[in-house]
């Protein structure tokens, strides 16, 4: 009787030890899931995000003048097409002028135009807002050269 008493409270504790390596095991797979499942999502993003990239570009002048691009945003116009513009410029030097915009679809037709005066002071940056007119769609194969 008192080997069995033994003999059972030794398997009672072996599954104890059992019990608590498959949840820590479980525990680790979960992690390992779950932060493999955070970078797929994280590297999903990355791929849309560079998918619908806005593909400006600066005149020959402009550079000349010294200017330059950051970020870019498009956002929403009033008739719910993506025809507003956010370009964050940068100035090396002075810039005073008005920035003409022309927008192109993925097959080079020209789909757009928009104009902003910019004023830009030497070492300064700013977000320039472009308008396109309301039926213009910036798509995300659309290219703009900025003059």
């Known amino acids: 009787m008192r080997t069995a008493l033994i003999l059972s409270l030794a398997l009672l504790a072996a599954c104890g030890r ?3 390596g498959t949840r820590d095991a479980l525990n680790k797979g979960g992690e ?3 932060s493999a499942a955070t970078e797929v999502i994280e590297g999903v993003a990355t791929g849309v995000e560079k998918s619908w990239a806005m593909d400006v570009r600066l005149s020959d002048r402009l550079k000349a003048a010294r200017l330059g691009i950051g970020k870019t945003l498009v956002e ?3 008739l719910g097409n993506d025809n507003r513009l956010l370009i964050y410029l940068t100035a090396d030097s002075a810039f005073a002028d008005t920035l003409r ?3 192109y679809d993925q097959d080079g ?3 757009g135009r928009a104009h902003a005066a910019v004023a830009l002071s030497a070492g300064s940056a700013d977000f320039i807002e472009l308008i396109f007119q309301d039926r213009t769609d910036l798509e995300r194969k659309s290219r ?3 003059r």
Request: aromatic content about 0%; proline content about 0%; glycine content about 12%.
């Open 109 to 111: 037709t020209e789909m």
């Open 32 to 34: 390992m899931a779950g």
């Open 76 to 78: 929403r116009g009033a």
């Open 18 to 20: 059992v019990a608590d």
């Open 101 to 103: 915009a022309v927008a």
């Open 144 to 146: 703009i050269e900025l």
